[in-house]
């Protein structure tokens, strides 16, 4: 049975970094890629990014100048740094796995709140 | 707002069928066979209901059904039950090795 557990920082205050790792259990890690979605309050879903077992990754153009996802494939954990948060980065924050550009198995998510 | 188009709700009775649309371009939806839907409640993780435009993931009724005709998906749920009451997003390979989401769509089963 395929698991994602997924961690992170708590609150933040506008200008810091937000840093989410996802750990993976039960599915051959190297077999997809992994992916990052959000959902703002109220709002739809949002691809962020994906990253593959050798860590090469691919952003979505709106975040890809504050965004870096990185793996370890000694831990099957993979993860997100997004910098200079502010309000508008508060959301509940999904990891999952992505094969021919579906998620199959998702984390539970995790909220994340910017604040003054 | 969102690449691709859904409408904002749509409702039915129990039994009957619902069909949600999810209109995209030539860029995304109508070129290529990478739509997949996803059924959310009460803002829980999403579930994957249909993958690559018509399959259905193990463990999801056959009451789902998804297709593709040019620049729109279409996901269809018919035998409506309670539990299908919830969130419905679409998303699609978008070229440049990108993912699009529609904006969701809330399905009232009445």
């Known amino acids: 049975q395929v698991q994602l557990q997924q961690w992170g920082a708590g609150p933040l205050k506008p200008s810091e970094t937000l840093s989410l790792t996802c750990a993976v259990s039960g599915a051959s890690f190297s077999h997809y890629f992994w992916t990052w979605i959000r959902q703002a309050p109220g709002k739809g879903l949002e691809w962020m990014g994906e990253v593959t077992h050798r860590g090469s990754a691919i952003y979505n153009p709106s975040l890809k100048s504050r965004l870096w996802m990185s793996v370890d494939t000694s831990k099957n954990q993979f993860s997100l740094r997004l910098t200079s948060v502010t309000a508008a980065d508060t959301a509940v924050y999904f990891c999952?796995?992505?094969?021919?550009?579906?998620?199959?198995?998702w984390g539970t998510g995790t909220t994340v709140t910017v604040s003054s | 707002q969102s690449a691709l188009t859904q409408p904002r709700s749509v409702s039915a009775s129990p039994g009957q069928s619902v069909t949600i649309s999810c209109t995209g371009t030539?860029?995304?939806?109508?070129?290529?066979?990478?739509v997949s839907w996803y059924q959310q409640h009460s803002g829980g993780a999403p579930k994957l209901m249909i993958y690559?435009?018509?399959q259905r993931p193990s463990g999801v009724p056959d009451r789902f059904s998804g297709s593709k005709s040019g620049n729109t998906a279409s996901l269809t749920i018919s035998g409506l039950q309670a539990e299908d009451d919830g969130y419905y997003y679409c998303?699609?390979?978008?070229?440049?090795?990108?993912?699009?989401f529609g904006g969701g769509t809330k399905l009232t089963v009445l």
């Open positions: 690559r435009v018509t």
């Open positions: 030539s860029g995304d939806v109508g070129g290529y066979d990478y």
């Open positions: 998303c699609s390979h978008g070229g440049n090795k990108d993912l699009l």
């Open positions: 999952a796995s992505m094969d021919y550009y579906y998620m199959e198995f």
